[in-house]
C-alpha cells in the first residue's frame, strides 16, 4: 500500500505545482508585454527600477519609441528622476519640491503652473487664472 500511495503523492505535488500559469517576468527594452499585465516595458511597474535607457525621462528622446519625450511620455509619471507627474501633491523626485513649486514641472502640458505669463500652458483652453489649476 505505502508504494501505490508514495507515487501518488508526488504525482498529485508535480500537478498541483504545475497549473499552467507560468509567471514571466517583464523584458524592459523589448517592446513587448511578456508578463501579460497590459503593460509594456516602461510603462510596467516592474521596470521602474529598471536600468534600461527606454526609461531614461530626461534625455528629450523618445526611447521608446511611442510618440512621446520624457515628461509627454506615459511611462515617466512615476519616473524618479524627474517630476513629471505634477498634479498628484507628490514630490515624485524626492528634490523637496512638490508638483507646481518643482521647476520641472513649469512647463508641463498636463497642468497650469505657470499662473501669470497670458498663455494657456495645459491646452485646456483656460488661461492663467480662468484655469483651475492655478490659484488666484
Same mark, same amino acid.
Not at 13 to 29: H, P, Q, R
Not at 48 to 53: H, W
Not at 92 to 112: H, K, Y
Given at each position: 500500500?505505502?508504494?501505490?500511495?508514495?507515487?501518488?503523492?508526488?504525482?498529485?505535488?508535480?500537478?498541483?505545482?504545475?497549473?499552467?500559469?507560468?509567471?514571466?517576468?517583464?523584458?524592459?527594452?523589448? =517592446? %513587448?508585454?511578456? +508578463?501579460? @499585465? $497590459?503593460?509594456? /516595458? *516602461?510603462? #510596467?511597474?516592474? &521596470?521602474?527600477? !529598471?536600468?534600461?535607457?527606454?526609461?531614461?525621462?530626461?534625455?528629450?528622446?523618445?526611447?521608446?519609441?511611442?510618440?512621446?519625450?520624457?515628461?509627454?511620455?506615459?511611462?515617466?509619471?512615476?519616473?524618479?528622476?524627474?517630476?513629471?507627474?505634477?498634479?498628484? =501633491? %507628490?514630490?515624485? +523626485?524626492? @528634490? $523637496?519640491?512638490? /508638483? *507646481?513649486? #518643482?521647476?520641472? &514641472?513649469?512647463? !508641463?502640458?498636463?497642468?497650469?503652473?505657470?499662473?501669470?505669463?497670458?498663455?494657456?500652458?495645459?491646452?485646456?483652453?483656460?488661461?492663467?487664472?480662468?484655469?483651475?489649476?492655478?490659484?488666484?
Amino acid at each position: 500500500m505505502t508504494k501505490l500511495i508514495l507515487p501518488l503523492l508526488i504525482i498529485s505535488v508535480c500537478f498541483a505545482a504545475c497549473d499552467g500559469n507560468d509567471a514571466k517576468k517583464e523584458i524592459c527594452d523589448n =517592446g %513587448i508585454d511578456d +508578463d501579460n @499585465d $497590459s503593460f509594456i /516595458d *516602461c510603462e #510596467d511597474l516592474d &521596470c521602474l527600477k !529598471s536600468s534600461v535607457s527606454e526609461c531614461d525621462c530626461t534625455d528629450g528622446i523618445d526611447n521608446d519609441n511611442n510618440g512621446f519625450t520624457d515628461c509627454k511620455d506615459m511611462a515617466c509619471l512615476n519616473s524618479t528622476e524627474i517630476e513629471c507627474n505634477c498634479a498628484d =501633491g %507628490i514630490d515624485n +523626485d524626492n @528634490d $523637496s519640491f512638490v /508638483d *507646481c513649486a #518643482d521647476l520641472d &514641472c513649469q512647463n !508641463s502640458p498636463l497642468v497650469e503652473c505657470n499662473c501669470d505669463d497670458g498663455v494657456d500652458n495645459d491646452s485646456d483652453g483656460l488661461t492663467d487664472c480662468e484655469d483651475s489649476d492655478c490659484d488666484c
